[in-house]
Each structure stands twice: as structure tokens, then as C-alpha cells.
């Protein structure tokens, strides 16, 4: 049977140290498992000693990996499965670290759900889809999910969904009505909110501008247009496209025409 016949700290960690078998390097311990196992010179192991001594160590490098993987911001136990194992540790030994820190509270799922909703939900403007779809990537269960996120009502949501309305009027001065409709409606979709939401905002929609921010907004659309069919269009034909194409984006017969009139006077003057 293989004796211990030397044990050495670490230079680099003093925390660990080498065991020789038999006067050849082994392996080596974290001080907390050399004390477990009482490691100690003349000492003689079998394998399965080995064995059982090697997957301890691996656990306690496992868990102080996880401490400071921990120690920058909350983390799932997904993300600690994934960051171990992108570390090589074996899928019993993450079972086992993640039990551990489970034991200590250094892990809680429900908790760490919590402070990610919380956290998007005072720091970002991520509707409740894009938040449940960030949680679901972060290994939480549909249950925990769905029973916290119905802790903020509706209204909450519409709120939220209403300032990025706003966000999105205020942005957009040269937009049409109908277009900055689409605009929020593109928006918030993108964001996760859900169609019932969009659909509650869109009907308090209101843009209200002055008589110049509603002339300086149908001519700038009304450019956009020039400029794709003046080349191909003229006269009749050319007036048809621009005034459909305005039509569309939601202004006014009367703005049309005015902005129509505006250009033409431009091209007469350039």
C-alpha cells in the first residue's frame, strides 16, 4: 500500500499542499481536506482513499471557486453549474458544491429572482416578457417566475410602457402621428411587453404639437418622398405617389398638399 512520504505547502498557494507517495508527486490537497483526512507524513493510503480524498478537494476548490465567482453580484445556480464547469469540474462534484452552498445560503434561486426583477424592473425598461425570458436563461423554474412576476399588476407594466411612449414621442419630432403609433408599437414589442399592454397605451396615444412642429414634421416626411419619386415621377403621377405616401404615414389631405406646395416652391428657387 502507497505510503505519504512527503507533504509540501505551495509556493504559489499556501493554502494547498503536495503529497508524494512512495517518494513521487501524487496530487494535491486544500489545507481544510489535508485536516479532514489527516494527511501525514508515513501515513499509508489505497486507492480508494485516493479517490475519495482527490473528490473532496475537488468539491472544496469547487466551493471557494464558487465564493468568488459569488462575491461580485448574486448568481443563479445555473451560473455557478455553467462557471464550474467551464473549470473542468465533473457534473457529481457541482451537484455536491451546489448542495453546500445551498446549506450555507450562499445560493438561493427564489432570492436571486427576486433582486434580478427588482433590478430590471427600477433600472431598465424591459417589459415582463424580455425579464421572464432573462430569468428562464438563468435556469429559474416557470413556477418561481410566474409567481413572482405576478406580484406587479398590470397598471405597473402600463406605467412603465407609457414613459417609453413618451421617450418615443419626444425622440421623434419629425414623425407623423400614425408613424410614432408604430414606432411605440415596434418598441414596446421589441422591450416584451405583451399586445394586451401596447394595445391599453396606444389608445391614450396623443401627440400634441404646434402649427410649425406639425409643418416642420409632413415636410420632412414629405423630403423622404421627393426624394425616392421625383426621378421616376412627374406631374400627375408624381403628386399621386407623394400625397399616397404621406396619407400612409397618418398626416392631414391639407398638410399633404401644403408640404407638396412647399417643395415645389423649393425646387423653383434652387
Do not use: C
Amino acid at each position: 500500500m502507497p505510503v505519504i512520504t512527503k507533504i509540501t505547502k505551495q509556493k504559489r498557494n499556501e493554502e494547498r499542499y503536495n503529497i508524494f507517495l512512495d517518494g513521487k508527486y501524487a496530487f494535491s490537497v486544500d489545507e481544510a481536506v489535508l485536516v479532514q483526512y489527516q494527511l501525514q507524513k508515513n501515513k499509508e493510503i489505497d486507492d480508494f482513499d485516493i479517490g475519495e480524498i482527490e473528490y473532496e478537494d475537488q468539491i472544496r476548490k469547487g466551493f471557494n471557486k464558487a465564493l468568488v465567482y459569488l462575491s461580485y453580484r448574486m448568481r443563479s445556480e445555473k451560473e455557478i453549474a455553467d462557471y464550474l464547469l467551464e473549470h473542468e469540474m465533473g457534473e457529481a462534484a457541482i451537484d455536491e458544491t451546489l448542495h453546500k452552498l445551498r446549506r450555507y445560503g450562499y445560493v438561493n434561486d427564489e432570492e436571486f429572482a427576486k433582486a434580478f426583477i427588482n433590478t430590471k424592473f427600477n433600472t431598465t425598461d424591459k417589459g415582463p416578457l424580455q425579464i421572464k425570458t432573462g430569468l428562464k436563461e438563468k435556469g429559474i423554474s416557470n413556477e418561481v417566475i410566474e409567481r413572482l412576476m405576478s406580484d406587479r399588476d398590470a397598471e405597473q407594466w402600463k406605467e412603465r410602457a407609457a414613459e417609453i411612449m413618451a421617450k418615443v414621442i419626444k425622440k421623434n419630432p419629425k414623425l407623423s402621428p400614425l408613424q410614432i403609433k408604430k414606432k411605440t408599437q415596434d418598441t414596446l414589442a421589441r422591450k416584451g411587453y405583451s399586445g394586451q399592454t401596447v394595445s391599453a397605451v396606444l389608445a391614450d396615444l396623443s401627440v400634441e404639437r404646434d402649427e410649425d412642429e406639425q409643418k416642420t414634421a409632413v415636410l420632412s416626411q414629405a423630403r423622404k418622398a421627393h426624394n425616392k419619386y421625383a426621378r421616376k415621377f412627374e406631374g400627375f403621377e408624381y403628386e399621386q405617389k407623394m400625397k399616397q405616401a404621406l396619407y400612409r404615414k397618418g398626416f392631414t389631405m391639407d398638410e399633404i398638399e401644403w408640404a407638396i406646395e412647399e417643395l415645389r416652391e423649393e425646387d423653383e428657387k434652387s
